[in-house]
């Protein structure tokens, strides 16, 4: 049995490429860090759809889905 992948929870129903696409978006901001406004280090990560959290200084923040704009 083949492992599913991110965008496996859609199902069938949206078609492949659109899957595909969604797939890489969330590759591609899976491990990106950005700039804390708080404490100034680069240790924002994405905790979930729109909530972000500072690796250094525990603070969270809502934002976008898939990039950091404070």
Known sequence: MVKKQHA???????GKRLREE??????????????????SRTAVRRT?????????CSKKFASAAY???V
């Open 8 to 14: 496996g929870r859609f199902g069938s129903k949206y």
């Open 22 to 39: 969604v797939v890489a978006v969330e590759r591609k901001y899976r491990n990106t860090r950005y700039k804390c406004p708080s404490c």
């Open 48 to 56: 979930a759809s729109g909530v972000w959290e500072c690796q250094k």
């Open 67 to 69: 990039s950091f704009n």
